[in-house]
């Protein structure tokens, strides 16, 4: 086994899932550490799962990529097309699937690795982690959201946020939290996820924790700084969905003064729920865009406004607006508050308390000046989350995870 920090590792990463098989933050940090990995010196092998039978193996972008079928009654990333009648069937078999634990201990024969990294490993299960600890090998993981605690990964339930396990969910977790122990290394994507797991008992055993944030780097050029001016351009990216807390953006927006702003929403949710907001919500100023990538939206918005209701564990759409300038107005809700500096890179809001969001944004409105100083100190902050830095710390804990075996 290779022992100096400055030795090149075999890298072997496991992620639900991989590019072209997007659906949320996690498999972009898993896929940017691999190729990062790889381009700092290091051999990267990737394990994912994917819809189709048997294991197809590709090259993408340098890095070997394993894309493993799921071994379950479904592909679970099909949103409403899976039947609820087979879902605690399925979460059953996701909690012991020594058939997924098969396939990965026959890649590890194949690749050998030095360490393994695993991210979210639904499909996979936690007894994946079983055929690394047996051949000795440092296993960090990386924690992206509650899937250890929770089966839905949200531990959000009937409009609120659980504040213990579910009896329901307990059947699926205990086994998890148990298996935790196995791992060498744990990295939350915020201190607010990392101290939730441990305050529920997980990685007990796991001396190495450490937080290292989500990274991005502007696909595009960043709009040169201008005066800013009425009316402000707010801004929503991401998924449609009640947790994000749309409504409450919409309300908020509606009692400032008309002319003075505009909403630009892009993202797509369940049909039945997009049609609700645009009906309901139909106003001058706000404009649904569907679908936009970063690079097009960001560019066009002044202030981006993330008000999730449910405990969001590290938004990557935060670092996405730095990139590009563009100061955030965040609830107080998850890891959002770790990401945003309060008159600097923006401002925070308690989604329980539905003035205040208004209030925030009125701010901006009365005093549009004040985005020129935040759009610099976003600019700086982007500087720390860009790819190759994130890399950096990652390879420092797999340094020290190789060294401490």
Known sequence: ?????????????????????????????????????????????????????????????GVKVYYVGIKNLYWPHRGSKNPGVLKPLWHGLDTYNALMARELDRILDLERPDLVNTHT????????????????????????????????????????????????????????????????????????????????????????????????RAEADVPPVDTQSLPIRFGYLGRLDPTKGLETLLQSVAQLSRGTWSLDIGGRGQAAYEDYLRTRYEMPGVRFSGYVRPEVFFPEIDVLVVPSVWHEPSPRVISEAYAYGVPVIG?????????IEEDSTGSLFDPDSPDELMQKMQRYVAEPAILRDMRSACLRRAESLLPEKIVEQYLGVYADAVAAR
């Not at 531990?155 to 122990?181: E, I």
């Not at 609830?331 to 990401?339: F, T």
Request: with cysteine; aromatic share 10%; proline share 5%.
């Open 1 to 61: 086994m290779r022992q100096s920090k400055t030795s090149s590792l075999k890298i072997l990463y496991v992620s639900a899932l991989y590019t072209p098989n997007f659906v949320g933050g996690a498999e972009r940090v898993a896929q940017s550490l691999a190729e990062g990995s790889l381009k700092a010196g290091h051999q990267t092998v990737v394990v994912t799962g994917a819809p189709q039978k048997g294991v197809r193996v590709e090259r993408v972008n």
């Open 121 to 216: 490993i639904e499909g996979f299960s936690t007894l994946a982690w079983r055929p690394v600890k047996r051949r000795g090998l440092p296993l960090v993981h990386t924690l992206h959201e509650y899937y250890l605690l929770c089966p839905k990964h949200t531990m959000y339930r009937n409009g609120r946020n659980c504040q213990r396990q579910c009896v329901q969910c307990l059947p699926y977790a205990m086994p998890r939290k148990r298996h935790s122990n196995q791992v060498d290394a744990v990295v939350g994507v915020s201190r607010f996820l990392l101290e939730r797991h441990l305050s529920f008992g997980y990685f007990a055993a796991t001396p190495d924790r450490r937080v290292i944030y989500n990274s991005y």
């Open 331 to 339: 609830s107080r809700r998850g890891g959002i508050p770790e990401l």
